[in-house]
Protein backbone atom coordinates (compact mmCIF):
# COMPACT_ATOMS: atom_id res chain seq x y z
CA UNK A 1 0.00 0.00 0.00
CA UNK A 2 0.67 3.68 -0.32
CA UNK A 3 2.51 5.18 2.84
CA UNK A 4 0.01 8.03 3.93
CA UNK A 5 3.44 9.70 6.23
CA UNK A 6 6.25 8.96 7.18
CA UNK A 7 7.18 11.69 9.60
CA UNK A 8 3.85 11.22 12.08
CA UNK A 9 3.62 11.21 15.86
CA UNK A 10 3.16 7.53 16.51
CA UNK A 11 0.65 5.66 19.30
CA UNK A 12 1.36 1.89 19.89
CA UNK A 13 -0.76 -0.10 21.92
CA UNK A 14 -1.29 -3.15 22.73
CA UNK A 15 -4.97 -5.13 21.46
CA UNK A 16 -7.02 -4.53 23.79
CA UNK A 17 -6.13 -1.34 25.03
CA UNK A 18 -7.46 1.85 25.24
CA UNK A 19 -6.55 4.53 23.11
CA UNK A 20 -6.49 8.08 23.48
CA UNK A 21 -5.40 10.54 20.24
CA UNK A 22 -4.91 14.08 20.72
CA UNK A 23 -5.53 17.23 18.49
CA UNK A 24 -5.09 21.09 18.86
CA UNK A 25 -6.88 23.03 16.06
CA UNK A 26 -6.35 26.04 15.07
CA UNK A 27 -9.31 28.23 14.30
CA UNK A 28 -11.71 29.51 17.31
CA UNK A 29 -14.08 29.92 14.75
CA UNK A 30 -14.36 25.99 13.91
CA UNK A 31 -17.60 25.14 14.99
CA UNK A 32 -17.90 21.03 13.77
CA UNK A 33 -14.99 18.75 13.98
CA UNK A 34 -14.93 15.62 13.08
CA UNK A 35 -11.79 12.40 12.92
CA UNK A 36 -10.79 10.63 10.03
CA UNK A 37 -9.59 7.05 9.65
CA UNK A 38 -6.62 6.78 6.71
CA UNK A 39 -5.37 3.28 6.01
CA UNK A 40 -3.08 2.51 3.53
CA UNK A 41 -3.93 3.37 0.10
CA UNK A 42 -7.37 4.72 1.01
CA UNK A 43 -8.47 8.18 0.92
CA UNK A 44 -9.82 8.84 4.79
CA UNK A 45 -13.12 8.19 6.02
CA UNK A 46 -15.44 9.29 8.71
CA UNK A 47 -15.36 7.89 12.08
CA UNK A 48 -16.64 10.79 14.16
CA UNK A 49 -17.97 13.95 14.48
CA UNK A 50 -19.41 16.76 17.26
CA UNK A 51 -20.44 20.18 17.20
CA UNK A 52 -19.14 22.81 19.05
CA UNK A 53 -22.20 22.90 21.34
CA UNK A 54 -21.18 19.51 22.55
CA UNK A 55 -18.14 18.77 24.38
CA UNK A 56 -18.39 14.89 24.30
CA UNK A 57 -20.10 12.45 21.55
CA UNK A 58 -20.02 8.93 21.73
CA UNK A 59 -20.10 6.30 19.05
CA UNK A 60 -19.33 2.92 18.69
CA UNK A 61 -15.99 2.11 20.49
CA UNK A 62 -15.07 5.43 19.82
CA UNK A 63 -15.30 9.00 21.73
CA UNK A 64 -14.44 12.18 21.37
CA UNK A 65 -14.35 14.85 23.69
CA UNK A 66 -14.31 18.66 22.62
CA UNK A 67 -12.29 21.41 24.92
CA UNK A 68 -13.19 24.39 23.18
CA UNK A 69 -11.04 26.63 26.05
CA UNK A 70 -7.49 25.20 24.78
CA UNK A 71 -9.05 24.33 21.52
CA UNK A 72 -7.92 20.94 21.84
CA UNK A 73 -9.78 17.55 20.79
CA UNK A 74 -9.51 14.10 21.48
CA UNK A 75 -10.73 10.62 19.88
CA UNK A 76 -10.94 7.69 22.18
CA UNK A 77 -10.75 3.99 21.08
CA UNK A 78 -12.05 1.32 23.82
CA UNK A 79 -10.55 -2.22 23.30
CA UNK A 80 -8.56 -1.40 20.26
CA UNK A 81 -7.95 -3.96 18.11
CA UNK A 82 -5.52 -4.18 14.84
CA UNK A 83 -8.16 -3.45 12.43
CA UNK A 84 -7.61 0.29 14.11
CA UNK A 85 -4.33 0.52 12.47
CA UNK A 86 -4.14 3.36 10.55
CA UNK A 87 -3.33 7.11 10.74
CA UNK A 88 -6.05 9.22 12.66
CA UNK A 89 -6.95 13.11 11.65
CA UNK A 90 -8.93 15.61 13.40
CA UNK A 91 -10.68 17.75 10.98
CA UNK A 92 -12.12 21.45 11.51
CA UNK A 93 -14.74 23.31 9.42
CA UNK A 94 -15.75 26.66 10.13
CA UNK A 95 -19.65 27.72 8.96
CA UNK A 96 -19.42 29.30 5.85
CA UNK A 97 -15.93 28.54 5.51
CA UNK A 98 -16.69 25.82 2.59
CA UNK A 99 -13.14 24.71 3.76
CA UNK A 100 -12.25 21.73 6.53
CA UNK A 101 -8.75 21.61 7.91
CA UNK A 102 -6.69 18.76 8.75
CA UNK A 103 -4.51 18.69 11.58
CA UNK A 104 -1.08 16.58 10.82
CA UNK A 105 -2.51 13.12 11.91
CA UNK A 106 -1.50 10.38 14.49
CA UNK A 107 -0.08 7.07 13.30
CA UNK A 108 -1.81 4.35 15.59
CA UNK A 109 0.22 1.05 15.67
CA UNK A 110 -1.82 -2.00 17.32
CA UNK A 111 -0.09 -4.88 18.64
CA UNK A 112 -1.50 -8.33 19.13
CA UNK B 1 -24.33 3.89 -4.08
CA UNK B 2 -20.92 3.95 -5.83
CA UNK B 3 -18.41 6.49 -3.82
CA UNK B 4 -16.31 9.36 -5.13
CA UNK B 5 -14.10 8.36 -8.10
CA UNK B 6 -10.87 9.51 -9.15
CA UNK B 7 -8.92 9.10 -12.46
CA UNK B 8 -6.18 8.13 -13.18
CA UNK B 9 -4.80 6.64 -10.02
CA UNK B 10 -1.12 6.67 -10.82
CA UNK B 11 0.72 8.91 -13.20
CA UNK B 12 4.25 9.60 -13.89
CA UNK B 13 5.30 13.31 -15.37
CA UNK B 14 8.35 15.13 -15.49
CA UNK B 15 9.31 18.55 -14.45
CA UNK B 16 7.35 21.21 -16.70
CA UNK B 17 4.98 19.38 -17.98
CA UNK B 18 0.97 19.35 -16.80
CA UNK B 19 -1.59 17.59 -15.26
CA UNK B 20 -5.10 17.39 -15.09
CA UNK B 21 -6.83 15.19 -12.78
CA UNK B 22 -11.12 14.25 -12.68
CA UNK B 23 -13.03 13.84 -9.67
CA UNK B 24 -16.19 12.17 -10.39
CA UNK B 25 -18.48 13.11 -6.69
CA UNK B 26 -21.47 10.77 -5.10
CA UNK B 27 -24.28 10.63 -6.93
CA UNK B 28 -26.53 14.51 -5.19
CA UNK B 29 -23.35 15.53 -3.44
CA UNK B 30 -23.11 19.09 -5.15
CA UNK B 31 -19.74 20.02 -3.54
CA UNK B 32 -16.19 19.09 -4.73
CA UNK B 33 -12.92 19.70 -2.23
CA UNK B 34 -9.28 18.69 -3.17
CA UNK B 35 -6.72 18.25 -0.99
CA UNK B 36 -3.00 17.34 -1.59
CA UNK B 37 -1.06 15.24 0.67
CA UNK B 38 2.64 14.54 0.83
CA UNK B 39 4.56 13.07 4.01
CA UNK B 40 5.77 16.32 5.15
CA UNK B 41 2.87 18.61 5.02
CA UNK B 42 -0.29 16.82 5.68
CA UNK B 43 -3.67 16.88 3.89
CA UNK B 44 -3.35 20.58 2.30
CA UNK B 45 -6.16 21.97 1.36
CA UNK B 46 -6.56 23.10 -2.62
CA UNK B 47 -9.75 24.87 -2.93
CA UNK B 48 -13.60 23.76 -2.99
CA UNK B 49 -16.47 24.23 -5.62
CA UNK B 50 -20.06 24.27 -5.30
CA UNK B 51 -22.47 24.81 -7.93
CA UNK B 52 -19.36 25.20 -10.70
CA UNK B 53 -18.17 27.97 -8.50
CA UNK B 54 -14.66 27.76 -6.38
CA UNK B 55 -15.95 29.14 -2.88
CA UNK B 56 -12.91 29.16 -1.42
CA UNK B 57 -8.66 28.00 -2.25
CA UNK B 58 -5.64 27.24 -0.09
CA UNK B 59 -2.36 28.94 -0.52
CA UNK B 60 -0.97 27.48 -3.32
CA UNK B 61 0.52 28.95 -6.09
CA UNK B 62 -1.50 29.89 -9.28
CA UNK B 63 -0.30 26.58 -11.39
CA UNK B 64 -2.78 24.93 -9.57
CA UNK B 65 -6.39 25.15 -10.57
CA UNK B 66 -9.78 23.64 -11.06
CA UNK B 67 -12.89 23.48 -12.20
CA UNK B 68 -16.63 22.33 -11.50
CA UNK B 69 -18.83 21.22 -14.38
CA UNK B 70 -22.98 20.94 -14.43
CA UNK B 71 -23.02 17.45 -13.11
CA UNK B 72 -20.73 18.29 -10.16
CA UNK B 73 -17.55 16.32 -11.82
CA UNK B 74 -14.62 18.58 -11.23
CA UNK B 75 -11.20 18.50 -12.63
CA UNK B 76 -7.86 20.30 -11.13
CA UNK B 77 -4.82 20.60 -13.16
CA UNK B 78 -1.27 21.57 -12.51
CA UNK B 79 0.83 23.15 -15.06
CA UNK B 80 4.46 23.74 -15.11
CA UNK B 81 5.29 20.27 -13.00
CA UNK B 82 7.68 20.49 -10.09
CA UNK B 83 9.67 17.66 -8.17
CA UNK B 84 7.95 19.20 -5.21
CA UNK B 85 4.41 18.69 -7.03
CA UNK B 86 4.71 14.50 -6.08
CA UNK B 87 2.31 13.73 -3.74
CA UNK B 88 -1.44 11.86 -3.50
CA UNK B 89 -4.46 14.25 -4.73
CA UNK B 90 -7.48 13.35 -3.35
CA UNK B 91 -11.02 14.59 -3.91
CA UNK B 92 -13.77 14.35 -1.50
CA UNK B 93 -17.35 15.39 -1.81
CA UNK B 94 -20.40 16.56 0.63
CA UNK B 95 -24.08 17.49 0.24
CA UNK B 96 -23.01 21.07 0.41
CA UNK B 97 -19.76 21.81 1.63
CA UNK B 98 -20.84 23.52 4.86
CA UNK B 99 -20.75 22.38 8.77
CA UNK B 100 -24.56 22.03 8.39
CA UNK B 101 -23.96 18.90 6.04
CA UNK B 102 -21.67 16.44 7.82
CA UNK B 103 -18.45 14.66 6.38
CA UNK B 104 -16.59 15.16 3.67
CA UNK B 105 -16.21 11.97 1.27
CA UNK B 106 -12.82 10.62 0.22
CA UNK B 107 -11.90 9.20 -2.90
CA UNK B 108 -8.69 6.85 -3.21
CA UNK B 109 -6.61 9.73 -4.93
CA UNK B 110 -4.80 10.48 -7.42
CA UNK B 111 -0.79 9.39 -7.18
CA UNK B 112 0.97 12.04 -8.88
CA UNK B 113 5.07 11.43 -9.59
CA UNK B 114 7.48 14.14 -10.98
CA UNK B 115 10.36 13.05 -12.08
Known amino acids: GESVGLHLPTLSVQEGDNSIINCAYS??????FIWYKQESGKGPQFIID?????DKRQGQRVTVLLNKTVKHLSLQIAATQPGDSAVYFC???????????FGAGTRLFVKA | KAGVTQTPRYLIKTRGQQVTLSCSPISGHRSVSWYQQTPGQGLQFLFEYFSETQRNKGNFPGRFSGRQFSNSRSEMNVSTLELGDSALYLC??????????????FGEGSRLTVL
Open chain 1, 50 to 54: IRSNM
Open chain 2, 92 to 105: ASSLTGTADTGELF
Open chain 1, 27 to 32: NSASDY
Open chain 1, 91 to 101: AETDTGGFKTI
